[in-house]
């Protein structure tokens, strides 16, 4: 009879077998328990705020084209859709702000970004809507710079989606 055992499998090393199950136990084991790093999605307080501050802003937007529909029955006719897709906007953005649309960053902002109740409208109801609805694009286009992954994503398309609108309503 032989003295030596035969090799673990065909072809393959005992010694080089067990290298690498050493290898992938550790391997394992270090994925198991290491901290998440942070990755390029990883969200800072700073990104929470700016991020947050956008939902006032587009509150102010749904508001202005309440106050315009409300200055210009045809045009609330003319733009219903447009309307309809500022306030999808605004439950997205409010959906993915941190701590809800009720947080103190959200409210403490609210204040110096939100559009009165009933915002002046002026005597070119349609200019005016097209005014807010560019300042409104340029603030989220603006804000989604200083964003990563889904957030800057969201804004970047909210802000794209709201340069189509200024368009339409030229």
């Excluded at 097209?130 to 710079?145: E, F, K, P």
């Excluded at 989606?161 to 200024?166: A, E, F, K, N």
Aim: positive net charge.
């Amino acid at each position: 009879m032989s003295s030596s055992p035969p090799p673990a499998l065909p072809g393959i090393p005992r010694r080089t077998l067990l290298a690498a199950s050493a290898a992938g136990l550790a391997v394992l084991v270090a994925g198991c328990t290491s901290a998440p790093a942070a990755g390029p999605n990883a969200v800072t307080t700073k990104q929470e705020d700016e991020f947050a501050a956008q939902v006032p802003v587009q509150k102010a937007l749904v508001a202005a084209y309440a106050a315009a529909g409300a200055a210009d029955p045809a045009l609330k006719a003319a733009v219903a859709d447009l309307a309809a897709q500022a306030g999808e906007q605004l439950t997205a953005l409010t959906a993915a702000a941190p701590g809800a649309a009720g947080s103190a960053r959200s409210s403490s902002t609210t204040s110096s970004s939100a559009a009165p109740s009933s915002p002046a409208v002026g005597p070119d109801a349609r200019a005016w809507l097209r005014g807010q609805v560019a300042a409104t694009a340029t603030s989220h286009a603006t804000a989604c710079l200083g964003q990563s992954g889904a957030r800057a994503a969201l804004l970047g398309s909210i802000a794209a989606g709201l340069r189509g609108q200024d368009a339409r309503l030229a």
